[in-house]
């Protein structure tokens, strides 16, 4: 195909090629600063405006391939930064939760250190465990139970005030039936003026609870604060002590044909958002061994 | 390649262009976390139309240009260049290069080759401690960003080689296989031997 002056000619110039590569690598690493440097310096001066320039005209469309690449790029970013924020927000989540629990706890201390607090009882902290998903049978779950010294029928409050009581117990955890519940009925009184009547709650609505059977003419004004009444007839003793904050009045309805007069009340606990509470017993009782529960009390925080 | 004033201000001005084109424009145009790189291209563009050893004068210049450029190791690109430019000639002096989707393996080859080899000599000539292998996934993209540019890349090269471009050459990229004549049933490859 070719003669053999071709090849010749061929492999000498790639011979040539290489070999004057080699020695410029040679020279450029054994003579840093020398000639070949000079050399190359003024071609970079050279060359240098030609660069400028041509960067100057292809920025624009370096400018549209970066934001392209950009764009693209953006995208992986927004995802990472989409599950940073998916991990945050529970973070977050996680913070309100404690902050709330905390603000629970504080409110239980408080709530002990009230003049009007029930005395001799003793306190177990619970953490609420489950909820009844109806608004008909308002009751949830604590993680402390017989074991732990809890009875049926105790009374259950939060750092705001009563919450229900306890309709349910096993070895290590018990039901809290809420006075939301639509068959509980609380004996309670308002403070100061005195009055006495029932609480019953309005089924759907756990912040209007009504306080029934008091008597008309009593002077009832919105704001007063209701409070277990406690009251002892004989053998018949209120289930839940005197003293525990309820709720504060919202509205009297005074209906003219009724016998006794109704009035509104707002809840002093918050009933959907409650983690922590605690179990009111009375002083002296033992808990029960339970074998298959824990030491008492090691179910609250 | 016809050796005329004319020839080696095309192919000088091919080489220029490249390589400013390629460190002041397409090394900082990052697509898919790579850039384009126009230096193996041009290189293997001209290699593959005026044959091996314009193809190895062509590396060597564009390496040398390079190198000054960029103020790097003076040869190195120029000693993998030559080698890319040759190679790619000799593939076209040997084979019929008239298929019209060639220029896509060959830059590819040439991309990888150009990158591969110019990796083993800088890490012979640095003091690099360690190398990441991310390097394997930049040839990776270089290669993909050329392969795609190839075609449009080559035709502009033979577009401005073409008036120079010797007879013969031109003629032997026009040629193709001739007919091989048909065997007495009609079927090739059963001609009767004479």
């Known amino acids: 195909m070719y003669d053999k002056q071709v090849v010749r000619r061929r492999r000498a110039a790639l011979g040539v ?28 001066t050279i060359l240098s405006p030609i660069e400028q320039g041509a960067s100057r005209a292809f920025k624009p469309f370096r400018d549209l391939a970066n934001w392209v690449g950009d764009t693209v790029s953006a995208k992986g970013k927004v995802d990472g930064m989409k599950k940073d924020l ?9 913070s309100q939760a404690a902050v709330r629990e905390n603000q629970q706890l504080q409110g239980l201390m408080n709530l002990h250190r009230r003049a009007d607090f029930p005395q001799g009882t ?112 004989g053998r018949l003793e209120s289930l839940f002590p005197r003293g525990i904050p309820i709720g504060r009045v919202r509205k009297v309805d005074a209906n003219e044909l009724e016998l006794y007069q109704r009035v509104h009340i707002q809840p002093f606990a918050d009933f959907r958002r409650m983690d922590v509470v605690q179990v009111l017993r009375h002083r002296g009782r033992t808990p029960v061994p339970n074998p298959g529960t824990a030491a008492p009390g090691s179910g609250g925080p | 390649m016809i050796r005329t004033p004319g020839a080696f201000i095309r192919s000088g001005l091919l080489v220029v262009l490249a390589v400013i084109l390629q460190i002041s424009g397409f090394d900082q145009l990052h697509l898919l976390g790579g850039a384009i790189d126009l ?72 991309t990888v080759g150009y990158l591969s080899a110019f990796a083993v000599v800088s890490f012979m000539l640095e003091t690099a401690p360690q190398v990441s ?19 449009p890349f ?36 059963l001609e009767v031997k004479r």
């Open chain 1, 17 to 44: 090629l290489v070999g004057l590569s080699i020695v410029l690598l040679t020279a450029s690493f054994g003579n840093g600063g020398g000639v070949l440097h000079g050399f190359q310096s003024a071609a970079q």
């Open chain 1, 86 to 94: 998916a991990a945050t927000r529970q973070q977050l989540a996680k």
């Open chain 1, 122 to 233: 003793g306190a177990i902290a619970a953490r609420v465990i489950a909820r009844s998903p109806t608004v008909w049978y308002s009751t949830i779950q604590i993680d402390v139970g017989r074991g732990d010294g809890v009875r049926v029928d105790d009374p259950v409050v939060t750092g705001d005030g009563l919450v229900g009581k306890v309709t349910d117990e096993t070895g290590g955890t018990a039901t809290v039936t809420l006075i939301t519940d639509s068959s509980s009925s609380v004996s309670a009184e308002i403070v100061p003026e005195g009055s006495n009547g029932v609480v019953q709650p309005a089924v759907g609505d756990p912040n209007d609870m009504q306080l029934n059977f008091v008597q008309k003419g009593r002077d009832i004004t919105v704001g007063q604060t209701l409070i277990t009444s406690g009251f002892a007839s």
């Open chain 2, 39 to 110: 230096i193996p291209l041009v290189v293997a563009g001209m290699a593959f139309y005026a044959g091996s050893t314009a193809g190895a004068v062509a590396g060597f210049c564009t390496g040398l240009l390079l190198d000054l450029a960029v103020g790097q190791n003076l040869g190195a690109s120029s000693l993998v260049l030559t080698a890319v430019g040759y190679g790619v000639g000799r593939f076209s002096d040997q084979r019929d290069i008239s298929h019209g989707l060639l220029p896509i393996p060959v830059a590819a080859a040439a």
């Open chain 2, 133 to 151: 292998a991310l390097i394997l996934r930049d040839i990776v993209i270089v290669t993909l960003l050329n392969v795609a540019i190839a075609l």
């Open chain 2, 154 to 189: 080559f035709g502009l090269v033979r577009r401005v080689l073409r008036p120079v471009l010797a007879a013969e050459l031109l003629d032997r990229r026009r040629r193709r296989r001739e007919v091989q004549p048909a065997g007495p049933i009609g079927l090739r490859g």
